[in-house]
């Protein structure tokens, strides 16, 4: 039997059918609420139950008093308090047969994908957002649009090779006319377009590919706001795409660049700063006070990276995340 799900202090109410947890039925009624990972393991779904009854697996990602709403399946009638809340169309989000135009390796281990979309048809994202690759067994993997959403007619992944991976080993092998089938837009990583805050952006590795997204688009979009980014990686193989930090380096005016490099060597060689990306926060912002952070990479960098920014005065609702976690996507 259904469950009624209602958000509190609203008449917004949606079903939860039985099996189904409370975000993705949620995202069918078209409501969002803050995610990422839809695993359990971002933390970004936390919200509050307020009424019934809910079960939930242990998370180390669930803030005490809180529930993991992509965990979450409601046993009874629930009344929730969601961090924030919005509606969304559930039906634009569409699926497209694209076609490779350029594979090429922009690192040791990473491969930048571009893909074409059918004559005519263009794609709706924000920003930030991200898609989904469906393989030939059904099967789906999660990666955010790094081109800018003006550029409408072709998509471009940013994808990292990982040992094993049943997509990652197929993908230096795609040639050009071979064709994928994706469904976007995903995922609520969007910049705040009404706030004029100072941006500080922390990527690891490919999670630089939503914030290309989001800084081509405030340089098309004539955005002022200050911007800092740190991009890490273990080596100078990590920071792979340079020329685009290069051209918003020209483009943004109040743009700083830290790279942020593990590898001694590579970081002296670079001028990078030695160390993680939490160090680097420490060493390189006093106050981050009306800052907002949007971090992107893997779930542990991310969860230090939150902390880090916090002890220096960021208020923890204007921390934005994306979180990478490699496999299967979740279940729709
Ligand atoms: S823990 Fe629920 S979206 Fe990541």
Redesign the pocket.
Known sequence: MAHDIRIAGTDLHFACEPGENI?DAALKAGIEMP????????????GGVVAGEVVSPP?E?KPAGKH????CLPLSNVELAPAAWHRIDPSARKIFTVKVFRNTLASEDVSVLQLRLPTGTRAKFKAGQYLQVTLPDGSRRSYSMANPPHESDSLQLHIRHVPGGQFTQIVPRLAVGDTLQVELPFGNFKLREDSTAAMLCVVGGTGFAPVKSLLDDIAKKRVHRPVTLLWGGRDRRGLYLLSAVERWQKLLPGFTFLPVIEDAGDAEALGAFHGRLDDAIRAHCADLTGTEAYCCGAPAMVGAVRKAAQERGLDAQLFFSD?FVPGPAADL
């Open positions: 975000l995610y990422s990972c839809r695993k359990g393991v971002c933390g970004n779904c936390a998370s990602a993991l709403y992509c965990q979180v």
